[in-house]
Structure formats: C-alpha cells, structure tokens
C-alpha cells in the first residue's frame, strides 16, 4: 500500500532550535508540496516541487524556513531558528501532474516549540 | 478576503441524518474543486473530485459546483457515526497541481 511517510511524527523542541522535517513521497510522483495546519489558519501552502525543482515558496518564511529535495525519495522541511508560533502540523503531500490526479499526504508532524 | 471560504462549525447530527456542508470561494476561473476528509491526527484523504460545474455521486456522497454563485457544496446522506470527521473543500487553481484548502468543518455524528 503505497503511502506517504513523514518524519518525525512528534517533535518537542525550544525556541532557537533547528528543526529538520523529513518526508518520503509516494514512488513515481514528481510533485510534493509541504501544508502547515493550526486552527486559527487551517491548511496552508508552504512550498511545493515538481520533478525536484521548487516552483513555489511563497507561503513560506523566507528568513528562517526552507525547503529541498535532495533526491526524488526525500524532501525536507527546515526551521531555523525555531519559533513558538511555528508549532503546528507539517503536512507532506504528493501527486502526479497529470490531469486529475489527486494528491496523497502524510500523517503530519506534529510540532510544539516551546 | 480568502480564496476560499469554508464555515469551521463544529456540526453536530443524529445518525442517518442529511449533512450539508459548504464553501463560497472568490476567483470565478476557479475549475477544479475537490472535497477531502480528515480524521483526527491523520492526514487529509481525497473524498470527492468535481470539474467545472453541475453535480457527482458518489454512494451516499454528493459533491455540487453552483458556478454561477461561486459556492461548493458536499451532501452526505443516511449519515454513520464512521462520516464523523473534518471536512475541508479545495480548489486547484489554473491545473497548476497546488490546492488551495477552506478553514475546514468539523462534523460530528451521534449514534
């Protein structure tokens, strides 16, 4: 059964810390995309790749988040330094960019700074 | 304003119960609307998938895009204690493959 698999599933760490989200995407889909969800904002877009290169950051804090992919098996999910406003659910999810593909996501980590 | 606009809830109904769930979104290019369903401490998971306008079935689901009004909507009929869940609408704007999702409505469904 193919899935999505993020890690780690719970992170606790504090402010000023780096944290390093990791997520393997489905095998032979080409677009991965990192949401952020808490319950003031609900799902929001950070950044998304297609064929590893990224297409859009817009959502995403540029002077302490970052996103890469490394290799198609891994993307990853950067914070640095750590902010207690960023503790929220780290969605990964991915797709194919054929028409009507829908997209699979992971199972969030969940993040708490304190 | 929101791209989209989804009403947080929480909704609560008996069993068997037909729910109604809605989202208004702002930008009328939009084409591709998708409904997915969460449970708690899991992630979303693709429900319903619509192009354009009119309606789709799908066993006791029914997804609907009223075009002309920008509104979405998700039925679910004879509804289970098992639909209780999160409920989030999203579009994909211009086949771009990135979603953009509404705050989410979270049902609950009393046996």
């Known amino acids: 059964d193919a899935r999505v698999t993020q890690t780690p599933r719970h992170k606790v760490t504090e402010m000023g810390q780096e944290v390093t989200m990791r997520c393997q995407p489905i095998?032979?889909?080409?677009?991965v995309f990192w949401y952020r969800q808490t319950m003031m904002q609900g799902l929001e877009l950070l950044a998304y790749?297609?064929?590893?290169?990224?297409?859009?950051d817009s959502g995403m804090p540029k002077d302490r988040f970052s996103a890469e992919m490394p290799d198609a098996t891994l993307a990853t999910l950067k914070i640095q330094p750590s902010e207690p406003r960023d503790s929220a659910v780290y969605f990964c999810?991915?797709?194919?960019?054929?028409?009507?593909?829908?997209?699979?996501f992971g199972s969030g980590t969940q993040l708490s700074v304190l | 304003q929101k791209e989209v606009e989804q009403d947080p809830g929480p909704l609560s109904v008996p069993e068997g119960a037909i729910v109604s769930l809605n989202c208004t979104y702002s930008?009328?290019?939009?084409?591709?609307f998708m409904w997915y369903r969460q449970y708690s401490r899991k992630g979303p998971e693709l429900l319903m998938y619509?192009?354009?306008?009119g309606n789709k079935e799908d066993g006791r689901f029914t997804a609907q895009v009223d075009k002309s009004s920008k509104y979405i909507s998700l039925f679910i009929r004879d509804s289970q204690p098992s639909d209780s869940a999160t409920y989030l609408c999203?579009?994909?704007?211009?086949?771009?493959?990135?979603?953009?999702f509404g705050q989410g409505t979270t049902l609950q469904v009393k046996p």
């Open positions: 999810a991915s797709g194919s960019d054929r028409l009507g593909e829908k997209l699979f």
């Open positions: 095998l032979g889909h080409n677009t």
């Open positions: 999203a579009i994909e704007p211009g086949n771009t493959g990135k979603l953009i």
């Open positions: 619509t192009y354009s306008s």
């Open positions: 790749f297609r064929n590893r290169a990224p297409l859009d």
């Open positions: 930008n009328s290019a939009f084409q591709y």
